[in-house]
């Protein structure tokens, strides 16, 4: 069997698992109807495992001496789909609770070493529809290819994977409607993937002065508040999600505020952490959250051995008590800040840095800035359009990055067809009522649709 090293970046994340947060990205997608399972796994065969070879290898320790002791990644030949590919059906009576509990019950489960690290739950017995559930490795790839490479899954059209008119995932016309959002919603830094352009590109975002300064000062000197929201997270976790939002009401608030979708989105999220801290603190106070910067040339294919190509830059959600208007306007203040300093460029430098160090001082690093902030944070813009999953319709998607350390709050916002939903993935030892947090992102939406004269859906 062949052998292949483990890129040190992405070694970072095969290290990282721990009880209390696995290196586990979670998707979700809603489907309008039943999935046909033969077609299904002739699309996985077709567009995952013979594109991108990660999917059909298992890691193994590295041995030799230490500069040799990187884990590699060896080729499974053969791979049976139905190892990885599990129907389930749920109870009746099949609710979004009932979804939910199903979800939450894997959050806390490894994926198993000894094959490609990588599963999907096809989920039938829905009140409406089924659902499928996708759990891969960090150390495959960051959560934007990895939201691509689903993508590279679905079509336009309910009969494209079968008439032969799929598009291959580089022009596909989902994935050119997810890089144009991705360049409004984050930076991209494409020219800084190689080691040497990253450090001449930290030298000049040094020599910036002040922005610098501020943004590594940030960096190291930002400390995670005490409150309701943050704890020693423990191993025991759950998923809740909204129902769909009408994206132009969003739109509409966005416009009228001089905003962006993602700065109101991102305001009622700062919106409900003060609600919920309130409620359990009698104050609020702002809340640091890690936020996911792409620094992949997404114009470009995604190479076939994907990986991890992305920064994590830090900001305050303004929840210490200011009114919706005033929360917004802060909102977009800080994320246009965020926009102009060279922190990408300087978080991307440190985890390059991270992954060379070895497994224990990785560790002990990812520790120490994930302690900075109560979670992540990701705001995924999905295709305008439906897409068709072997031939049934997508209804709408979620995805949630994993948090490290002791974070204790997750938050996906995806928006695609014109919808909008958000997830929540929280330590039930920490914050043992998720619902609550959703209940209060809604009521936040609400008050910042009354303000601007808009309805929610």
């Given at each position: 069997m062949r052998?292949?090293?483990?890129?040190?970046?992405?070694?970072?994340?095969?290290?990282?698992?721990?009880?209390?947060?696995?290196?586990?990205?979670?998707?979700?997608?809603?489907?309008?109807?039943?999935?046909?399972?033969?077609?299904?796994?002739?699309?996985?065969?077709?567009?995952?495992?013979?594109?991108?070879?990660v999917f059909s290898r298992r890691p193994v320790p590295g041995t030799g001496r230490w500069r040799r002791r990187r884990s590699r990644w060896r080729d499974v030949p053969d791979l049976d789909v139905s190892q990885h590919v599990r129907e389930v059906r749920l109870p009746a009576p099949g609710d979004d609770a009932a979804l939910q509990r199903y979800v939450s019950g894997?959050?806390?489960?490894?994926?198993?070493?000894?094959?490609?690290?990588?599963?999907?739950?096809?989920?039938?017995?829905?009140?409406?529809?089924?659902?499928?559930?996708?759990?891969?490795?960090?150390?495959?790839?960051?959560?934007i290819a990895l939201t691509q490479v689903l993508l590279s899954l679905t079509d336009e059209t309910p009969e494209a994977d079968r008439d032969g008119t799929h598009a291959p995932p580089a022009p596909h016309h989902a994935l050119a409607d997810v890089v144009q959002a991705a360049r409004r919603a984050a930076p991209?830094?494409?020219?800084?993937?190689?080691?040497?352009?990253?450090?001449?590109?930290?030298r000049e975002g040094l020599r910036l002065g002040l922005s610098g300064v501020a943004a590594l000062r940030k960096l190291l000197l930002t400390t995670n508040p005490d409150t309701s929201l943050?704890?020693?997270?423990?191993?025991e976790k759950a998923a809740v999600w909204s129902a769909p939002i009408d994206l132009q009401g969003i739109k509409d608030i966005a416009r009228r505020s001089g905003a962006t979708v993602n700065d109101?989105?991102?305001?009622?999220?700062?919106?409900?952490?003060?609600?919920?801290?309130?409620?359990?603190?009698?104050?609020a106070v702002d809340i640091?959250?890690?936020?996911?910067?792409?620094?992949?040339?997404?114009?470009l294919p995604l190479p076939r051995e994907l990986g991890n190509r992305f920064a994590l830059v830090l900001l305050m959600l303004p929840s210490g008590r200011l009114d919706a208007a005033d929360r917004l306007a802060e909102t977009k203040r800080r994320m246009d800040v965020i926009k102009r300093s060279p922190e990408p460029v300087i978080t991307f430098?440190?985890?390059?840095?991270?992954?060379?160090?070895?497994?224990?001082?990785?560790?002990?690093?990812?520790?120490?800035?994930?302690?900075?902030?109560?979670?992540?944070?990701?705001?995924?813009p999905g295709p305008r359009e439906a897409r068709y999953l072997a031939g049934t319709r997508i209804d709408s998607m979620l995805g949630w990055v994993p948090g490290s350390g002791h974070q204790t709050v997750g938050t996906c916002i995806f928006t695609y067809a014109g919808k909008v939903r958000v997830g929540f993935k929280v330590d039930l030892a920490v914050m043992p009522d998720p619902q609550q947090i959703l209940d209060a992102f809604h009521d936040e939406i609400d008050a910042l649709a009354a303000l601007e004269g808009s309805v929610r859906a």
């Open positions: 052998e292949h090293r483990v890129d040190p970046v992405d070694a970072i994340w095969l290290g990282m698992d721990r009880p209390q947060n696995l290196m586990v990205i979670e998707c979700l997608m809603f489907l309008d109807g039943p999935l046909d399972r033969e077609r299904f796994d002739r699309v996985v065969r077709e567009r995952l495992l013979a594109v991108y070879p894997y959050l806390g489960t490894p994926l198993p070493r000894e094959r490609p690290l990588w599963d999907i739950h096809l989920i039938h017995g829905l009140e409406e529809g089924s659902a499928v559930y996708v759990r891969l490795h960090h150390a495959l790839a960051d959560g991209e830094v494409p020219q800084l993937l190689r080691p040497a352009r990253v450090r001449r590109a930290v943050a704890g020693e997270a423990g191993m109101v989105l991102v305001a009622a999220l700062a919106g409900a952490l003060e609600r919920y801290q309130l409620d359990h603190d009698g104050q640091p959250t890690m936020i996911p910067v792409n620094l992949r040339p997404m114009h430098a440190l985890i390059l840095g991270i992954g060379r160090l070895g497994a224990r001082l990785s560790r002990l690093l990812v520790t120490f800035f994930a302690s900075k902030a109560t979670g992540i944070t990701t705001n995924v």
